[in-house]
Nanobody
Framework: QVQLVESGGGLVQAGGSLRLSCAAS????????MGWYRQAPGKQRELVAS??????TYGDSVKGRFTISRDYAKNTVYLQMNSLKPEDTAVYYC?????????WGQGTQVTVSS
């Protein structure tokens, strides 16, 4: 069983920055891909950013503002979020996939005040 533990969420003013971390219980090189998703109240969960064997993929609403990265030594994936907007407010979930399984973290709340 794989555990993903997110951290780094919180309350920030619009225009500010946060960095989310996702620590995995196994070496992340074993995953086909890892990513971040978010879910706002009353909305569906949506892709924020993912990274696998190629270039990272970003949701349209975060392109140019968010950056996903991996630290293999720490088995951790990060999401650097800059120029935050109130519409970025959501619970952010870490995700990791290794066929045929997909794993999710418990989520971390990000709230952006205007």
């Amino acid at each position: 069983q794989v555990q993903l533990v997110e951290s780094g969420g919180g309350l920030v003013q619009a225009g500010g920055s946060l960095r989310l971390s996702c620590a995995a219980s196994r070496t992340i090189s074993q995953f086909n891909d890892m990513g971040w998703y978010r879910q706002a109240p009353g909305k569906q969960r949506e892709l924020v950013a993912s990274v696998g064997g190629g270039a990272p993929t970003y949701g349209d609403s975060v392109k140019g503002r968010f950056t996903i990265s991996r630290d293999y030594a720490k088995n951790t994936v990060y999401l650097q979020m800059n120029s935050l907007k109130p519409e970025d407010t959501a619970v952010y979930y870490c995700n990791a996939g290794v066929f045929p399984s997909i794993y999710w973290g418990q989520g971390t709340q990000v709230t952006v005040s205007s």
